[in-house]
């Protein structure tokens, strides 16, 4: 509920179908703003993000270019919870900041916000009209972690336990798309879901 723009979120489990369904969307001109690309973006060289986190953590999790070391960040905040904490404490409000800055920037008719991890921070999006779920099985979400990664079937599972559950998901979704058949089936479930959109979103004032 940001004024003036209609603002969809999008979110899903680990091989749900999320990004296949992003692309489709992004297809047809409507905005797509990622937590991923976000996430990516606010840590880049010469931004304060990527300067906090030398001065909480030490040079040690910068590459030789000044770059951050993601293996080495990965490693510190594995080993140690409250450095997770610490570096989410750093990168997720400015993940927040940068999405409602390309959302207000946004001229499309409607726009998504697309935040994988979107059940265990909705309270920071309370701004969203509509919340999309795009819905697989945990049989089908293994089967594609196991084809598309190449890992084994014990990572596969810990990968899908450690994220919210269907069910938490499906709670808070306004539109579901289910998505354990073959990807082009998507083509008109994204279709039909723009056209209701482009309707919510004329409406909307």
């Known amino acids: 509920m940001l004024e003036g723009h209609y603002v969809v979120g999008l979110t899903g489990g680990v091989a749900a179908g999320k990004s296949a369904v992003e692309r489709r969307f992004t297809a047809l001109g409507i905005g797509v703003h990622d937590a991923d690309r976000a996430a990516r973006a606010v840590v880049e060289p010469g931004t304060e993000g990527l300067a906090e986190i030398a001065s909480a953590f030490g040079p040690d999790v910068l590459d030789s270019s000044g770059t951050l070391d993601r293996a080495a960040m990965r490693r510190r905040i594995f080993e140690d919870p409250l450095a997770r904490k610490r570096l989410e404490a750093i990168v997720h409000p400015r993940v927040r900041q940068w999405m409602m800055n390309h959302v207000r920037a946004d ?3 409607y726009c998504i916000v697309a935040v994988p991890l979107l059940v265990e921070n909705l309270e920071h999006y309370a701004w969203l009209d509509r919340i999309l779920v795009v819905d697989a099985s945990v049989d089908t979400q293994l089967a594609r972690l196991t084809q598309r990664d190449g890992i084994d079937d014990t990572l596969a599972r810990r990968m899908v336990a450690n994220q919210s559950t269907r069910e938490e998901r499906l709670s808070i979704a306004t539109d579901v798309i289910h998505n354990d058949g073959p990807e082009n089936a ?9 056209e209701q959109f482009l309707s919510l979103a004329s409406h909307h004032g």
């Open 186 to 194: 998507l083509d008109d479930a994204v279709k039909n879901l723009h």
């Open 107 to 109: 001229t499309g008719p």
